[in-house]
């Protein structure tokens, strides 16, 4: 697992948005974006410097689903969960994915990281996948199968 991000790249994000409190979301998105994660320390640096309780930084991290509090894997898989997705085999792909890569949502297995999410606007290509910020529709078992091993091949 990544070590948690310096104190030093968490204050310069705070600046870059003036150090206003009501930008917690803001600011938080672009830690994501950034490192990837939002780590434990990075909370409480948050509070102090937004002069925010950290259960108030703790509320909008878990409200969220994009702001994750452990480490990613190399590469992020997310399977889209919503009723058009579903009516075309979404739940199956799911299972699929559960088994296959041996880790169920918001966890890591070989370096890839599986996560629900809610809509892709992909719907009349369903069921769809995000990979890596990749949208990909039509996703069958087999073709997520492939879609991963091409990860690992590329690193």
């Given at each position: 697992?990544?070590?948690?991000?310096?104190?030093?790249?968490?204050s310069t994000?705070?600046?870059?948005?003036?150090?206003?409190?009501?930008?917690?979301?803001?600011?938080?998105?672009?830690?994501?974006?950034?490192?990837?994660?939002?780590?434990?320390?990075?909370?409480?640096?948050?509070?102090?410097?937004?002069?925010?309780?950290?259960?108030?930084?703790?509320?909008?991290?878990?409200?969220?689903?994009?702001?994750?509090?452990?480490?990613?894997?190399?590469?992020?898989?997310?399977?889209?969960?919503?009723?058009?997705?579903?009516?075309?085999?979404?739940?199956?792909?799911?299972?699929?994915?559960?088994?296959?890569?041996?880790?169920?949502?918001?966890?890591t297995s070989?370096?890839?990281?599986?996560?629900?999410?809610?809509?892709?606007?992909?719907?009349?290509?369903?069921?769809?996948?995000?990979?890596?910020?990749?949208?990909?529709?039509?996703?069958?078992?087999?073709?997520f199968d492939?879609?991963?091993?091409?990860?690992?091949?590329?690193?």
């Open positions: 697992m990544r070590q948690g991000i310096e104190r030093e790249a968490i994000i705070v600046s870059e948005f003036g150090g206003k409190p009501e930008l917690l979301v803001q600011i938080l998105q672009a830690i994501v974006t950034r490192h990837g994660w939002v780590p434990e320390d990075a909370i409480r640096q948050l509070a102090f410097e937004l002069n925010l309780s950290r259960a108030d930084v703790y509320g909008v991290v878990n409200y969220y689903h994009d702001f994750r509090t452990e480490a990613p894997g190399k590469h992020i898989v997310k399977i889209c969960q919503a009723e058009a997705c579903q009516a075309m085999g979404s739940r199956a792909l799911t299972a699929h994915a559960h088994e296959s890569l041996g880790a169920s949502f918001h966890e070989d370096d890839v990281t599986l996560e629900p999410v809610y809509c892709l606007g992909n719907c009349a290509c369903a069921p769809a996948i995000m990979i890596d910020n990749k949208t990909h529709g039509r996703v069958d078992a087999s073709r492939s879609l991963v091993e091409g990860l690992r091949e590329s690193g």
